[in-house]
T-cell receptor, first 115, second 111 residues
Framework: DAGVIQSPRHEVTEMGQEVTLRCKPI?????LFWYRQTMMRGLELLIY????????DSGMPEDRFSAKMPNASFSTLKIQPSEPRDSAVYFC?????????????FGPGTRLTVT | SQQGEEDPQALSIQEGENATMNCSYK?????LQWYRQNSGRGLVHLIL?????REKHSGRLRVTLDTSKKSSSLLITASRAADTASYFC???????????FGDGTTLTVKP
């Protein structure tokens, strides 16, 4: 398996623009997680899905952020409009999960820079 | 606040020495996981220890879990320069489909 695939790997955009990050989880995994990592705040869980259904989005910072998982093999994280404070590395991870979390497999991340 | 907190924040050792990192948490857990992150990369799962286990080994890694003290340790024996990375613990509660990550320990192994 190719592992978790994220695109793009790098994104530079101007404040106010819409940004869409994409993730393809490992085939057969039923849980998908979106994280944000910065030096100041560390690794933050934004949202996670189980069987394509959003379970916990309490980490989504504000209404500018939205995430979807239309099917088991694809998820998006959208920021609209983007702001400089959104600059971070965004990771997607997947796992064979259910009511309890086990080992997660992370993608390589998308480094987002908002100027 | 974070469920899992690593200690120390940073550790610098010579190649060949052992490295020990600790993780403390606040509430009862189902399992605890350790991950490694090399600079500019995603996190890689190293080892998972369940709440009813006390010790687990994987190659040069040894993980212990003390549920009475709500703490875990990761020991890397005979460290190598390639072990230079950040190490994170993540705690999973029963019936919570997510894990909570700590802030990590940055390990530098000098050749």
């Amino acid at each position: 398996d190719a592992g978790v695939i994220q695109s793009p790997r790098h994104e530079v955009t101007e404040m106010g623009q819409e940004v869409t990050l994409r993730c393809k989880p490992i085939s057969g995994h039923n849980s998908l997680f979106w994280y944000r990592q910065t030096m100041m705040r560390g690794l933050e869980l934004l949202i996670y899905f189980n069987n394509n259904v959003p379970i916990d989005d309490s980490g989504m910072p504000e209404d500018r952020f939205s995430a979807k998982m239309p099917n088991a093999s694809f998820s998006t994280l959208k920021i609209q409009p983007s702001e400089p404070r959104d600059s971070a590395v965004y990771f997607c991870a997947s796992s064979l999960g259910g009511v309890t979390s086990y080992e997660q497999y992370f993608g390589p991340g998308t480094r987002l820079t908002v100027t | 606040s974070q469920q899992g907190e690593e200690d120390p924040q940073a550790l610098s050792i010579q190649e060949g020495e052992n490295a020990t990192m600790n993780c403390s948490y606040k509430t009862s857990i189902n399992n605890l996981q350790w991950y490694r992150q090399n600079s500019g990369r995603g996190l890689v799962h190293l080892i998972l220890i369940r709440s009813n286990e006390r010790e687990k080994h994987s190659g040069r890694l040894r993980v212990t879990l003390d549920t009475s003290k709500k703490s875990s340790s990761l020991l890397i024996t005979a460290s190598r320069a390639a072990d230079t990375a950040s190490y994170f613990c993540a705690t999973a509660l029963t019936n919570a489909g997510k894990s909570t990550f700590g802030d990590g320990t940055t390990l530098t192994v000098k050749p």
